[in-house]
């Protein structure tokens, strides 16, 4: 487990998620997976009772939807995300009244790069009014693709400009492209509270964005660091609803 911490996973193209802490803390020598048995058998003052009654246990706490226990293993993530990945990030409150704090246009100014550029444009979706599916044919992605980069240009020279007349930072973002523009946030999450944003986000009809960044969070930090519980989240909770493992 301590290998994780401070581990970096690059996502999107200027985007990344790092593992800043975990509880229980690698030094106590305990796997998150034990914390939660040991926390489902304090009840009678019970510890673990070897590795098949344990794993026992546990599949049976989440099958039979007995969460407390989960909420005892604690994520601590910073992550750099275009802010309209964070607008799904925080929309369901299984995020949403966790631990955030954010990087503040206020303080700190803007970088010429600090823009989501996407690989290609998806078309809408007929058949759902908040999806899209499909790509656009590759002479219009490269149009819109120009486009974009000449408006993000523009917006961070007037941005530039206001800031360098002694414009407020607070004001002067008002001239930034909103939903393109990267964050850097800390974040904390038990995993009860995880596995109910993973199921969300994983989904094949959330946005393409978000759901990158909640794939990399269960491929890369989940699972290493809980193998029985995504062990167990993949047979009871995402194969039920037609969710996809990242890979």
């Known amino acids: 487990m301590s290998d994780l911490l401070g581990q970096r996973v690059d996502v999107l193209d200027k985007g990344w998620i790092e593992l800043v802490d975990i509880m229980p803390h690698p030094a106590t020598g305990i796997n998150g997976d034990l914390a939660i048995v040991n926390a489902a058998r304090v009840s009678f003052l019970g510890e673990s009772k070897g590795l098949d009654a344990d794993k026992k246990l546990l599949f049976y706490l989440l099958r039979n939807q007995h969460t407390s226990p989960f909420e005892m293993v604690e994520l601590k993530f910073r992550v750099r995300a275009p802010l309209l990945v964070w607008w799904q990030w925080v929309r369901h409150r299984t995020f949403h009244f966790q631990s955030v704090n954010a990087q503040s246009g206020r303080y700190t100014e803007f970088d010429e790069d600090d823009f ?76 009860h509270n995880l596995m109910g944003w993973l199921r969300l986000r994983m989904a094949s009809d959330a946005q393409y964005e978000i759901r990158v960044y909640a794939d990399a969070i269960y491929r890369d930090f989940f699972k290493p660091l809980l193998p029985w519980t995504a062990e167990a989240f993949e047979q009871y909770v995402l194969t039920p609803a037609g969710i996809g493992v990242p890979e």
């Open 116 to 191: 989501y550029v996407p690989d290609v444009w998806r078309r809408q979706a007929k058949s759902n009014k908040q999806a899209s599916e499909g790509e656009l044919v590759p002479e219009a992605s490269a149009e819109f693709l120009d486009k974009l980069t000449a408006f993000y240009d523009e917006g961070y020279r007037l941005y530039k400009d206001a800031v360098d007349a002694g414009v407020s930072r607070e004001m002067a973002r008002l001239f930034l492209p909103g939903f393109s523009v990267y964050y850097t946030w800390v974040v904390k999450v038990d995993a």
